[in-house]
């Protein structure tokens, strides 16, 4: 036998070992569902927080460049477009943004700003806050030019 077929052979023993001893799939990893439609007027609170410049330029999970000044905010489950009213219950300040991210990672918070946002609602210093999330719309579609 000659090493070519020496080499076909153990490729196809290999293959069909696979085959017979094949893994179970692993199980499927638990994703946080998306809102189809969110309702004007629904409402959350919790803790909220603020990302910014080393982020600024990359793509937000909707495919925009994030932009640190916008008024905009990442959320686990509204789709994206989605307007909310976010207000600071410590200052009772409030800023209308737009969903166009996913997060936050950290499962104790409810949302992420841009500081931009964060800088109208004052909550840069605190980093963190406790905010109320209203539900207000969804963001006009974009003009066909």
Do not use: W
Request: charged share 20%.
């Amino acid at each position: 036998m000659n090493l070519r077929s020496t080499l076909l052979a153990a490729c196809a023993a290999l293959s069909s070992f696979g085959a017979v001893h094949a893994q179970p799939a692993s199980p499927p990893v638990a994703m946080p569902s998306i809102t189809p439609a969110a309702v004007s007027g629904d409402a959350s609170e919790g803790k909220i927080a603020h990302y910014g410049a080393k982020f600024n330029g990359r793509r937000t999970a909707s495919g925009e460049r994030f932009d640190v000044n916008a008024m905009t905010m990442a959320h686990k489950t509204l789709p994206f477009g989605t307007r909310v009213k976010v207000t600071n219950l410590a200052t009772k300040k409030s800023v209308v943004v737009r969903v166009n991210d996913r997060g936050p990672s950290s499962p104790d918070r409810i949302g992420d700003l841009t500081t931009g946002a964060a800088r109208k609602i004052g909550m840069t210093r605190a980093g963190v806050v406790e905010a109320r999330l209203e539900v207000v719309g969804q963001a006009k579609p974009a003009k066909k030019s």
